[in-house]
């Protein structure tokens, strides 16, 4: 059994059988071969967030797949720090999914000895472990609140941007990078192996020479990298194949939205296919979290104009992102990965679908996370008690916040929000300095959400160092306990 370079490199470590015995390897200690006393079966896994990419070292004859339990697995899922059960942590083994209960307890009935078990929950780091030589597991996942910035498909080749960036993060409390795997136009970052990619132009201008490599680096700075795409609004896709485009009743040709960019059909099938082989390459390439973007109906441009394969219904656009979204949380199972989705700021606040198709319930039964776009610039109508959002970032992410848990019987671990990191394009266009920054992140935290996202599509996050500077000052940190927002009607 050997250790090389990489395996140190990227801490991962080999859990190993050696009759009854299990040992835990770490890959840091040395390189080379480890000298066993009797044959072995090892699993590889990863203090890093490439776990996800754990294979199982094949075992050299039938005598030493013996030794392993061949029976329906039992196990319990923890918290490493507190050793406190986790409910609804996601369990997947050869080919069955299934969720922790109340007490972290969960039950595989189809045990193959070589496949690792893939163990995720919402508000944790993903980890692997092997098939256990007894009926009972004990998974420990390592709590973990995502706090990133935003490189669009342009910025992550633009040295200046992606240092001020990675700066950043390094600098301050920061801990996690989106990035465009495909996006706002319809382009591909990088290289993929999807056929109809290479043909419909989405790989004209790649951004990424080596995307395994650029995640691999991000890794070894312990950086969580999120992987974006961008998944209806493609005007490239839709101008290749008209037909699973929205059609515009009046020209006969691909609709457009007020940007001038064409959509695709969110109904049709073959767009499914596309998108989410697309983010099947993204989970191989090793992106800790995909995260599917524009998965909605639109929103802006002549909407009486178009037309889709079904009628636009309430009922059918539900129906659709609810599908859709099922399908591609099954399809990337088997890889680790989280799955988040991007939906609209007033979803909480309404009961209907806000005529996109977005229902807060419904998307969470499907995602790991959902990433509210709270900007205060968004909420054009205000929210209850704030007309004029922008003059109150705080309150209107917090009420957002505590109104979504109540949507969804206070999973708070499953929010994670894109916050406001750019002017104000709503209102009176005033700045959103490191203040409204600071304030915005100090209702996340109250809230207890999965950490935060922030938004700046110039990628320059000019306020961005202050206010993180500013939470950590020891006065910051008393305002966020001593203040509470006032009281709101609901």
């Not at 109150?392 to 969804?408: D, I, Q, S, W």
């Amino acid at each position: 059994m050997q250790v090389n370079r990489t395996m140190r490199r990227q801490k991962q470590f080999l859990v190993i059988l050696v009759g009854t015995c299990l040992l835990t390897w770490s890959c840091q200690k040395q390189s080379g071969p480890i000298g066993l006393a009797e044959p072995a079966v090892a699993v590889l896994g990863s203090e890093n967030a490439s776990s996800a990419q754990a294979q199982p070292v094949e075992p050299k004859n039938e005598a030493e797949t013996a030794r392993l339990f061949h029976g329906p697995v039992s196990g319990i899922v923890l918290n490493s720090q507190e050793n406190l059960p986790i409910q609804k942590a996601t369990i997947f083994h050869n080919g069955e999914a299934v969720h922790s209960d109340a007490e972290g307890h969960f039950t595989l009935e189809k045990v193959d000895t070589k496949q690792p078990i893939l163990v995720k929950a919402s508000g944790y780091r993903q980890t692997s472990v092997p098939v256990p030589v007894e009926a009972k597991l004990k998974v420990e996942l390592k709590p973990f609140d995502a706090k990133g910035l935003y490189l669009t498909h342009f910025g992550v080749s633009s040295k200046l941007l992606r240092n001020r960036v990675l700066g950043l993060i390094k600098e301050t409390d920061l801990n996690a990078l989106v990035i465009d795997v495909k996006g706002d136009r319809g382009l591909l970052s990088y290289k993929y192996d999807v056929p109809l990619a290479s043909q419909d132009g989405a790989l004209k201008l790649t951004t990424i020479k080596d995307v395994q490599a650029f995640i691999r680096d991000l890794h070894q700075q312990d950086i969580y990298v999120i992987g974006r795409i961008v998944v209806f609004k493609d005007n490239i896709l839709a101008n290749y194949k008209p037909e699973w485009a929205i059609i515009d009743t009046r020209t006969k040709k691909p609709w457009t939205d007020n940007e001038g960019l064409a959509w695709v059909d969110p109904a049709r099938k073959e767009v499914w296919d596309y998108n989410i082989a697309i983010a099947r390459e993204a989970a191989k390439a090793g992106f800790d979290e995909i995260q599917f973007d524009y998965v909605r109906f639109p929103t802006d441009g002549k909407l009486s104009a178009t037309k889709y394969s079904q009628p636009n219904t309430m009922e059918n656009r539900v129906k659709t992102i609810d599908t859709f979204l099922e399908t591609a949380h099954r399809e990337l199972l088997p890889y680790n990965v989280y799955f988040s989705a991007d939906i609209f700021g007033y979803t909480p606040w309404n009961y209907n679908d806000t005529d996109i198709g977005q229902k807060i319930e419904h998307v969470a039964e499907h995602v790991d996370y959902i990433a509210l776009m709270v900007y205060p610039s968004g909420y054009h109508l205000g929210i209850p008690g704030y007309r004029i959002p922008v003059g109150h970032p705080r309150e209107v992410v917090y009420y957002t916040m505590e109104k979504a848990k109540k949507r969804l019987d206070g999973q708070s671990k499953k929010l994670r929000p894109w916050l406001q990191n750019f002017r104000d394009y709503a209102f009176d266009r005033r700045p959103y300095t490191g203040t409204e920054i600071k304030l915005q992140i100090q209702a996340c935290d109250e809230a207890n959400t999965s950490g935060w996202l922030l938004w700046d599509p110039t990628n320059k996050y000019f306020y961005t160092a202050d206010a993180m500077k500013a939470l950590k000052s020891g006065t910051d940190q008393l305002a966020v306990k001593s203040h509470k927002p006032e009281a709101v009607s609901q």
